[in-house]
């Protein structure tokens, strides 16, 4: 990068390096926002890479989870959506330091110990991380002391 950026001074050229974004928009938007200006959230998830857990049943409830870890904090969400359409979203911000793959796992046992208060029967659960997902499918298994808890 550095040597592109010598060669395009040259030319009154500056290069300007792209900030990453990362996937946990919902996580830190969630966190954020307190519950006294609740309003109904509406998430449509169109998107094709993200990744799922399913069972099968006429009308299942669907949980969307993500967590986020920065240098502002860590912060954790998930949506519960009944069948009918309902959407109950659930935020917390976390207290401790924490990678953002331990903010994934954290946001979908929140999620799903939710569900269970609820006595939901059937959820099908979505998640931008393959190593939640895959857990939960039984196809991975983690080996780091630190996510074996989770």
């Known amino acids: 990068m550095a ?70 904090g860590n912060g954790i969400g998930a949506v519960l959506v009944s069948p009918n359409g309902d959407h109950y979203p659930f935020t917390c911000k976390l207290d401790f330091d924490c990678t953002n793959n331990m903010a994934e796992y954290k946001a979908c046992i929140m999620g799903i110990r939710v569900a269970k208060e609820r006595k939901i029967r059937t959820l099908e659960v979505y998640g931008d991380s393959a190593l939640v997902i895959y857990q939960l499918r039984g196809e991975w298994e983690t080996r780091d002391p630190k996510l074996i808890h989770y």
């Open 3 to 72: 040597r592109w950026e010598v060669l395009l001074s040259e030319f009154d050229i500056v290069y300007v390096s792209q900030k990453a974004i990362k996937g946990s928009a919902i996580a830190e938007f969630l966190a954020s926002r307190a519950l006294e200006d609740y309003e109904p959230l509406s998430f449509d998830f169109p998107n094709e890479e993200l990744m799922y857990v399913a069972t099968t049943e006429e009308y299942p409830w669907k949980l969307n989870f993500d967590g986020a870890s920065n240098v502002v």
